[in-house]
Nanobody
Framework: QVQLVESGGGLVQPGGSLRLSCAAS????????MGWFRQAPGKEREFVAG????????NYSDTVKGRVTISRDIAKNTVYLQMNSLKPEDTAVYYC??????????????????WGQGTQVTVSS
């Protein structure tokens, strides 16, 4: 059974930073690509960032590129999302997910099979 548990969300002022964490259960964590998605109220869930199973390859959406860094700690079975220079439009529930395939850091939701419950990020003054 795979479980993904996000944490680190909260209320932050514009221009601030947050680091989200996603703790994964299971001994095969290091074999899978991982991704972060977000869903704002009234909008569809969208890709934010992804990282390969080895950590050597990353992928970012254009809306967050340059402000966000995805990383992973194999020993801790954890994926991180460091977010800087946050904007009100970054407000959303953020989800981590496990990728189905290793050969590509996918951006489509269908390419991910297990999802966490999400953590709320609110950017407001």
């Amino acid at each position: 059974q795979v479980q993904l548990v996000e944490s680190g969300g909260g209320l932050v002022q514009p221009g601030g930073s947050l680091r989200l964490s996603c703790a994964a259960s299971g001994r095969t964590f290091s074999s899978y690509n991982m991704g972060w998605f977000r869903q704002a109220p009234g909008k569809e869930r969208e890709f934010v960032a992804g990282i390969s199973w080895s950590g050597d390859s990353t992928n970012y959406s254009d809306t967050v590129k340059g402000r966000v860094t995805i990383s992973r700690d194999i020993a801790k079975n954890t994926v991180y999302l460091q977010m800087n220079s946050l904007k009100p439009e970054d407000t959303a529930v953020y989800y981590c997910a496990r990728g189905r395939r290793r050969h590509i850091v996918a951006t489509m939701q269908d390419e991910y099979d297990y999802w966490g419950q999400g953590t709320q990020v609110t950017v407001s003054s």
